[in-house]
């Protein structure tokens, strides 16, 4: 895996204060220059509750069949169906007949224990394989409304897991489900997680599910972030679990895929610089789990660099297009997740307003990229959409600002 670091301001003015903001950007190995791909250890955890009667639980089937129809030999998964009650299908290694059986005779039932039936799918994938991928796969259109409904403790739970090698990929079907619960379980659990707004959606989220898994690079990426004693952490502007660590923070990114290109951005405050030149004010420390025919772990230690120059040089120099965009976008996610607490607390108004100046700010942007374009746009047609605020506009949403602050390229 390849990794550079990039600043917004490399040139900082001697004698001033002042904050940068470093991007880091992880590159996995293209298909082409991975070896034969590790056997997946998959549980497939189907909500089988009443609301997902007709359509929903329909194309569900159709496209778990699907995705049980293209694994390979060495593959195993588990079948796990859940209403009020939860039920093991089909145990991690059966027959893939026998999966497609169990998924052909699954009926609506009751009601949702959704901590059951994932908790079902992490008791397949304990022990077994463990260095080889493990996920479960989570699907429901509903609230967790039996067994553990506590949303803290779930998300607390998938992070545990995934720890443990075990991720966690979410998708929720339909305006029913709890979308922060779904997001905050994949973000915990290292997964994606989807919106499938129609049953029509389903078969490309799975599509676009197995060819990540089919195509892994890495394994447990974490980033470890150290700064210099008199330098001050101010933050990430992704959203990845952060746990503490001897000299800093570490967080959990979870898995790569091929070809995935992942950008970090951190935030440091850096303190007056009594010479001119170069000095390193952190350092970033990578780690992973090479997978493939060798399956090996692998640490990276890469240092923030600044060059301390003239307050004259230091403000002639612009600042890096690509990094600036990345913090505008990611600023962007949060302008978001604001514009939903405020139309959740009544505030139409006030969420309409963050959206517009988020919008504004992007398209303020001395860089005119297409990106940046296009990401003006739809805030400007978010902000549209709270006018009539309802279950759809939210969800939108959370899964617009859960993309950005996750995203694979």
């Known amino acids: 895996m390849d990794a550079n670091i990039r600043l917004d301001h490399s040139l900082v003015a001697l004698e001033t204060e002042q904050d940068v903001h470093a991007m880091l950007e992880l590159v996995a190995p293209e298909p082409d220059e991975l070896d034969e791909r590790p056997p997946l250890r998959l549980a497939l955890v189907i909500d089988r509750s009443g609301s997902m009667q007709g359509p929903k639980l329909e194309v569900a089937k159709r496209s778990a069949a699907w995705l049980v129809s293209r694994l390979h030999d060495r593959d195993q998964l588990a079948l796990v169906d859940y209403d009020d009650q939860v039920r093991l299908l089909a145990p991690l290694g059966a027959p893939r007949d026998h999966a497609m059986h169990a998924l052909a005779h699954i009926e609506p039932g009751g009601s949702t224990n959704l901590s059951g039936g994932w908790l079902k799918g992490v008791e397949q994938l304990r022990g077994v394989g463990t260095m080889l991928p493990r996920k479960v796969l989570l699907l429901t259109d509903g609230l967790a409304n039996v067994g553990i409904t506590d949303r803290d403790t779930l998300v607390g739970l998938a992070q545990q897991t995934a720890r443990d090698g075990i991720g966690t990929t979410t998708i929720g079907f339909g305006l029913g489900f709890d979308e922060d619960l779904l997001t905050q379980m994949a973000d915990a659990g290292g997964g994606n997680a989807h919106y499938a707004e129609s049953p029509d959606a389903a078969p490309a989220i799975f599509a676009q599910e197995l060819e990540g898994l089919t195509q892994l690079a ?24 952060v746990v503490r660590v001897s000299g800093g923070v570490q967080l959990q990114v979870g898995d790569a895929y091929a070809g995935d290109r992942r950008r970090i951005v951190l935030a440091l405050h850096v303190p007056r610089l009594a010479e001119l030149g170069v000095e390193a004010i952190a350092e970033l420390v990578v780690r992973y789990v090479a997978v493939g025919d060798e399956v090996a772990e692998h640490v990276l230690t890469l240092p923030i660099v600044v060059n301390a120059v003239s307050a004259t040089e230091a403000a002639a120099a612009g600042p890096d297009a690509e990094v600036h965009e990345e913090v505008l976008v990611l600023r962007a996610a949060r302008a978001r997740d604001e514009a939903i607490r405020l139309a959740d607390a009544g505030d139409v108004a006030g969420a309409q307003g963050a959206l517009r100046l988020a919008a504004q700010s992007v398209a303020s942007s001395p860089f005119a990229t297409p990106r940046l374009s296009a990401e003006a746009q739809e805030l400007e047609d978010a902000a549209e959409s709270v006018d009539s605020y309802c279950a759809a506009a939210r969800k939108q949403l959370r899964y617009a600002s859960t993309v950005r602050r996750r995203q694979r390229r």
């Open 218 to 241: 890495a394994q447990n990426v974490s980033v470890e972030i150290r700064p210099r004693s008199d330098v001050e952490f101010l933050g990430v502007l992704n959203e990845y679990p």
